[in-house]
């Protein structure tokens, strides 16, 4: 099993930034790829980063050049820091972990509600 939990969500302005967290705990070994999904309301949740075991990553074309995802191995932890926000990125956002290369995993959700 494997335990995800987020931090980190808010209100911020249109323009300002946010960082995003997960704690990922349990059978931490077996986690392969990691990311970040959003489900902003009335659709569907959407991939907006994900990052491989050895670093690589992948983004969703309406994030690029604003938001990067990390993850410390070491700490089994994975972040997404948010620049630029706009009123469309408000969503609850999700930690994702793909683990034993057929389970998935997700944690609780963190409210994110970017506005003036």
């Known amino acids: 099993q494997v335990q995800l939990v987020e931090s980190g969500g808010g209100l911020v302005q249109p323009g300002g930034s946010l960082r995003l967290s997960c704690a990922a705990s349990?059978?931490?070994?077996?986690?392969?790829?990691m990311a970040w999904y959003r489900q902003a309301p009335g659709k569907q949740r959407e991939l907006v980063a994900a990052?491989?075991?050895?670093?690589?990553?992948n983004y969703a074309d309406s994030v690029k050049g604003r938001f990067t995802i990390s993850r410390d191995n070491a700490k089994s932890t994975m972040s997404l820091q948010m620049n630029s926000l706009k009123p469309e990125d408000t969503a609850v956002y999700y930690c994702?972990?793909?683990?034993?290369?057929?389970?998935?995993?997700w944690g609780q959700g963190t409210q994110v509600t970017v506005s003036s």
């Open positions: 994702y972990a793909y683990a034993y290369a057929r389970y998935h995993y």
């Open positions: 349990g059978m931490i070994f077996s986690i392969s790829t």
């Open positions: 990052i491989t075991s050895d670093g690589g990553t």
